[in-house]
């Protein structure tokens, strides 16, 4: 009995003993005549036991019937294995009509023993305060994860998401965390909204230069540089737990999402993810407390193409010529300029394009490549005649073979 039900027994217990009637009795429980009166009718036939709700154990009348039920935990099993309750929800309005809150999906699946309620994480840290506008920063950072799990290969997620909203902006796969990466993560941003205020990462080698007491800048750092866009290098991953959380919603509802389309490759991955991007960020996206965009324009003097890219120094030989990844390149002097023992900028863009800058102007280049030694090729057929029965065959040399002009030519 609950609490309520034994203190409504030890009222009627009064009733009984005639201490006091049943209108003083429904004034001491704020019930009704009416329902007093009821309450007197089962106290009197069963006793306490009698003022037990009937509905104590009993199913409900909205119950899922056990059919349904089955059916769902089917189709869990079957193509949601390892999902959570939200995102099984939600998949089940949108793609098999059936209707049910995450809470019905969460309870159905700890009965079938599906999903296990994790412990409370006792270590916490203390949030930093969002920024008031969007583009007053984006945190950066990749993961490494089996994103397209068994059906490709192992790869990282470079991913920006700006402060002061959540949203996710740009991202892109690579197999490896690298510069390139971060670079087609960012280029739509900055060609769709501009240039951030500041951009928060980690300590990375590919922001940060690592190598002992070696200075100098990374070349995403000269790219940030270039754009007037403020680096701001975090001291723990606790520090940008914005993008640390992102995370770890993309470990499952991307992954399910990609597993869903049967996505198998970084290419069809990487042309998924802004369709995703969308739908996700109409979900969590937050409003900024501030609706002043701090995003910058672009210079239209400056194309993104030479700014993203790499960009290596080195000096031009007497030849005009310079080695660059095994390859020997080159150059035509303009009219007027003098290029020996001049340093010249080697641009690798995106695209794999190889540009040579040098005092501002662009230089005309010319691969050398030596030809390549080929080996003779060998008739099998022909060595075959050349053998009978295991042994070389006897052949008559010509008049003409060497051998005989030499001896035709010695004196007698």
């Known amino acids: 009995m609950s609490q309520k039900e034994v203190d409504r027994a030890i009222v009627l217990a009064k009733v009984e003993e005639n201490q006091i009637t049943l209108k003083q009795a429904a004034h001491v429980m704020l019930l009704s005549y009416s329902q007093i009166k009821r309450l007197w009718s089962r106290y009197k036939k069963e006793g306490p036991k009698g003022l037990i709700s009937k509905k104590r154990g009993a199913k409900s009348n909205r119950a899922a019937p056990q059919e349904e039920r089955e059916s769902i935990i089917k ?24 209707n049910y809150s995450s809470e019905f999906i969460r309870q159905l699946m700890i009965e079938n023993h599906m999903w296990f309620a994790k412990r409370n994480k006792t270590k916490s840290h203390p949030r930093r305060q969002r920024k008031e506008s969007e583009g007053m920063l984006l945190q950066g950072d990749a993961s490494d994860h089996y994103w397209l799990e068994d059906r490709g290969p192992r790869c990282h997620l470079h991913l920006f998401i700006d402060d002061a909203t959540s949203i996710i902006e740009g991202g892109h796969f690579e197999l490896e965390e690298t510069t390139e990466g971060y670079y087609r993560a960012l280029k739509p941003i900055l060609e769709k909204k501009g240039r951030p205020i500041s951009i928060y990462t980690d300590k990375r080698g590919t922001f940060v230069v690592n190598q002992g007491s070696q200075k100098g800048e990374t070349q995403f750092a000269r790219a940030m540089k270039a754009l007037d866009i403020n680096m701001i290098i975090a001291h723990s991953p606790q520090a940008k737990g914005r993008i640390e959380r992102a995370f770890g919603t993309l470990q499952e509802r991307l992954i399910w999402e990609m597993r869903i389309h049967q996505i198998c490759t970084l290419e069809e991955a990487n042309q998924f993810l802004p369709k995703f991007f969308e739908e996700h960020n109409s979900k969590y ?128």
């Open 75 to 98: 189709i869990i099993s079957k193509h949601y294995q390892g999902c959570k309750p939200l995102f099984i929800s939600e998949k089940l309005s949108q793609y098999h009509k059936i």
């Open 285 to 412: 996206a937050k409003a900024p407390s501030n609706p002043f965009n701090a995003y910058r324009p672009l210079n239209k003097k400056t194309s993104l193409k030479y700014i993203l890219s790499t960009k290596e120094e080195r000096t031009i030989s007497k030849n005009l010529e310079v080695q660059y990844k095994n390859e020997i390149y080159q150059f035509i002097a303009p009219d007027g300029i003098r290029l020996q023992n001049q340093k010249v900028t080697v641009i690798t863009t995106l695209d794999n394009e190889l540009i040579f800058e040098c005092q501002g102007k662009i230089l005309d280049h010319i691969c050398y490549r030596e030809h390549e030694y080929k080996k003779p090729e060998i008739c099998i057929e022909r060595l075959m005649n050349n053998w009978k029965d295991g042994r070389r065959q006897n052949r008559k040399q010509s008049k003409h073979h060497p051998w005989k002009r030499s001896l035709q030519s010695q004196p007698i």
